[in-house]
C-alpha cells in the first residue's frame, strides 16, 4: 500500500468525522429515520459537525501552541487525554442541543454512546494508546447492526462494506506505525461492544 494512500485513509476515517458518518447512515438507512424532514435532517447535521468536527478542530491549534498537546496530530498517548475531554464536553453539548429538539433516541443515544466513549478512551489513553480510528469504524459497525436488529433495517450490504472498511483502515494504520496490531483489534471490539450495548440494552 503506498503511504499517500495510508495517509488519505487515514485522514478520510478520521475518528472525529465517526458521528458526521454515522448521522448519514441513519438518514439513508431506509427505516422511519429516513423520512424525517430535510430541514430536521439539516439542523441535526449542523449540531454535530459544530460540535464534533469544527469546534474540536479549531481547539488543536491553542492547545498546542499551550503545549497541552506536542504535536497537532496528538500521536502521543499522554497527549490525547486533554482533547479527548474536551470533545467529550462538547459531544455532551450536542446532545443537550439534540434533547431540546427531541430527536430520534436512537440519534441521541448513538451520540451520547460516543461521549461516553470518548471518556473511557481519554482514562485508557493516559496508559495505552488504544486505535481511536479503530473505535470509529467499531462504533459505525455497531450502529449498522443495531439498526438491523433493532428497526429491522436491510443494511447487510452496508453492513459487510462497513467491516471491510474497517479492515482497511486497520491495515493503513498499521502501515504507517501508528498502533500495533492489539491495539487495532482493542479498538475495533471496544466500539463495537460498548455501542452495542448502549442501543441495544
Given at each position: 500500500?503506498?503511504?499517500?494512500?495510508?495517509?488519505?485513509?487515514?485522514?478520510?476515517?478520521?475518528?472525529?468525522?465517526?458521528?458526521?458518518?454515522?448521522?448519514?447512515?441513519?438518514?439513508?438507512?431506509?427505516?422511519y429515520?429516513?423520512?424525517l424532514?430535510?430541514?430536521?435532517?439539516?439542523?441535526?447535521?449542523?449540531?454535530?459537525?459544530?460540535?464534533?468536527?469544527?469546534?474540536?478542530?479549531?481547539l488543536?491549534?491553542?492547545?498546542?501552541?499551550r503545549?497541552?498537546?506536542?504535536?497537532?496530530?496528538?500521536?502521543?498517548?499522554?497527549d490525547?487525554?486533554i482533547?479527548l475531554?474536551?470533545?467529550?464536553?462538547?459531544?455532551?453539548?450536542?446532545?443537550?442541543?439534540?434533547?431540546?429538539?427531541?430527536?430520534?433516541?436512537?440519534?441521541?443515544?448513538f451520540?451520547?454512546?460516543?461521549?461516553?466513549?470518548?471518556?473511557?478512551?481519554a482514562?485508557?489513553?493516559w496508559?495505552?494508546?488504544?486505535?481511536?480510528h479503530?473505535?470509529?469504524?467499531?462504533?459505525?459497525?455497531?450502529?449498522?447492526?443495531?439498526?438491523?436488529?433493532?428497526?429491522s433495517?436491510?443494511?447487510?450490504?452496508?453492513?459487510?462494506?462497513?467491516?471491510?472498511?474497517?479492515?482497511?483502515?486497520?491495515?493503513?494504520?498499521?502501515?504507517?506505525?501508528?498502533?500495533?496490531?492489539?491495539?487495532?483489534?482493542?479498538?475495533?471490539?471496544?466500539?463495537?461492544?460498548?455501542?452495542?450495548?448502549?442501543?441495544?440494552?
Amino acid at each position: 500500500m503506498p503511504r499517500t494512500i495510508a495517509q488519505a485513509i487515514s485522514v478520510f476515517s478520521h475518528p472525529l468525522f465517526a458521528p458526521l458518518y454515522g448521522l448519514l447512515l441513519i438518514f439513508h438507512s431506509g427505516t422511519y429515520l429516513s423520512y424525517l424532514p430535510y430541514e430536521v435532517k439539516k439542523v441535526i447535521f449542523l449540531i454535530v459537525l459544530l460540535n464534533t468536527v469544527v469546534i474540536p478542530l479549531s481547539l488543536f491549534p491553542v492547545l498546542y501552541y499551550r503545549k497541552f498537546i506536542h504535536g497537532i496530530t496528538a500521536e502521543r498517548p499522554k497527549d490525547r487525554t486533554i482533547p479527548l475531554v474536551i470533545a467529550a464536553a462538547l459531544y455532551g453539548i450536542a446532545c443537550y442541543l439534540l434533547a431540546r429538539l427531541q430527536v430520534s433516541g436512537l440519534i441521541k443515544i448513538f451520540i451520547q454512546s460516543a461521549a461516553v466513549m470518548l471518556v473511557l478512551t481519554a482514562v485508557v489513553s493516559w496508559f495505552w494508546k488504544i486505535s481511536l480510528h479503530m473505535l470509529g469504524m467499531g462504533g459505525l459497525t455497531g450502529l449498522m447492526i443495531a439498526m438491523m436488529i433493532k428497526l429491522s433495517a436491510a443494511l447487510t450490504g452496508i453492513l459487510v462494506l462497513l467491516i471491510v472498511l474497517a479492515g482497511v483502515v486497520g491495515t493503513a494504520r498499521l502501515y504507517l506505525n501508528k498502533h500495533r496490531p492489539s491495539q487495532i483489534y482493542a479498538g475495533y471490539l471496544s466500539g463495537l461492544g460498548f455501542m452495542l450495548a448502549a442501543l441495544l440494552l
